[in-house]
């Protein structure tokens, strides 16, 4: 499913979707493609749904967002850990 058809069959909703057609550009995810797992009418609903599966799941692409959002074009954000010794 594309981001429109989401927004447009869940409007104001926060929605947690796995991103099924994604790539990288310019310090970007662009999601292309999506399948909805649950929809929310409240944020930290869907943020404990979306820990959940991440915790159980994390090599799957989980995200969670409000459909108000016109894009998905997400900000790659990488947190690196230096080990010493």
């Not at 447009?8 to 926060?14: I, S, V």
């Not at 994390?58 to 016109?70: C, D, G, N, Q, W």
């Amino acid at each position: 499913m594309q981001w429109e058809e989401v927004r447009e069959k869940f409007p104001d909703k926060w929605v947690v979707f796995e991103a099924t057609d994604a790539f990288s550009q310019e310090g970007f995810r662009c999601v292309e493609e999506v399948t909805i797992i649950d929809r929310y009418d409240d944020s930290l609903e869907a943020m404990q749904r979306y820990k959940e599966l991440h915790r159980n799941e994390p090599s799957k692409e989980i995200y969670f967002l409000h459909t108000s959002r016109a894009d998905l074009k997400i900000e790659e954000k990488w947190v690196g850990f230096k080990r010493w010794g």
